[in-house]
């Protein structure tokens, strides 16, 4: 048999995930140009053209992560979705987070920030801290989570138990079964579950980030972000005027919630 998805040809018995993957590619690019107003009925015109003939708009390459269930910040309905995979012993990691924080302020209701653990092998204390946060989140929720995340990157006397406890006591949290979570690895699967999503998208690294699927490595200066969460802004902005909900967004242009 031979195929045509989109105008790419597939020759040949192919197998499942292959062409999988090229109908999701294929996806992809055709939420992307929504965003740039092309209208759904000439969606197919567009993309057989750009792929047999090479013409028509180039169209951003998104890989995007889940983030239902993941600790956020910002307004659920924000137009633009940051997910952060990091490590709470990552000192680059440590060192993004003004950089966050200032996009948030600078964005307000249109922004939110998703937290994924990533902890790397050779920092042993940062799966015990993502577990420590975790155990937050399940029983406090998300605002008591930030509380400690936001302390456990400012912690000068590491992340050892003691400073866990110091950490609690601030947040105004009972210690005993947040270093008990830590201890007993009670949050591994959530843990394992957001490294196994990272390394299938590409993250080889902390802290990496994916501004609704557009991957940026390292902790890089604010304007960096800036010019890629300004272009979804605009492109988010161009859904909710054909009739995307704003709620919407993030499922709309990736394809998962």
């Not at 979570?181 to 390394?199: E, M, N, S, V, Y």
């Amino acid at each position: 048999p031979t195929f045509f998805v989109n105008g790419v040809r597939v020759d040949g018995l192919t197998a499942f995930d292959d062409l999988k993957s090229t109908i999701e590619k294929e996806l992809a690019s055709s939420r992307s140009l929504l965003t740039l107003g092309t209208a759904p009925t000439l969606l197919y015109a567009a993309r057989v053209r750009k792929n047999l003939m090479g013409l028509g708009p180039k169209v951003v390459e998104r890989t995007c992560p889940a983030v239902v269930g993941s600790p956020m910040r910002g307004a659920t309905d924000a137009l633009v979705t940051l997910v952060e995979f990091s490590d709470f012993e990552c000192p680059f990691c440590r060192r993004a987070q003004p950089t966050l924080d200032t996009l948030l302020a600078r964005h307000g209701g249109d922004l939110r920030i998703v937290w994924k653990n990533f902890p790397l092998d050779n920092h042993p204390r940062a799966r015990p801290a993502a577990a420590f946060a975790l155990e937050v989140f399940e029983k406090q929720g998300a605002a008591k989570f930030w509380k400690v995340h936001d302390l456990l990157f400012a912690s000068e006397a590491g992340l050892s138990d003691s400073a866990f406890e110091a950490i609690a006591l601030k947040a105004s949290l009972d210690p005993t079964p947040l270093i008990d979570a830590a201890r007993t690895r009670t949050h591994d699967p959530k843990i394992d579950a957001d490294a196994r999503a990272g390394l299938k998208i590409g993250v080889k690294g902390t802290p990496t980030f994916f501004v609704i699927g557009r991957m940026l490595s390292g902790a890089q200066p604010v304007e960096q972000f800036e010019v890629i969460v300004k272009e979804e802004l605009e492109a988010a902005r161009r859904l909710v005027g054909s009739g995307t909900a704003r709620s919407r967004i993030y499922d709309a242009l990736c394809g998962v919630r």
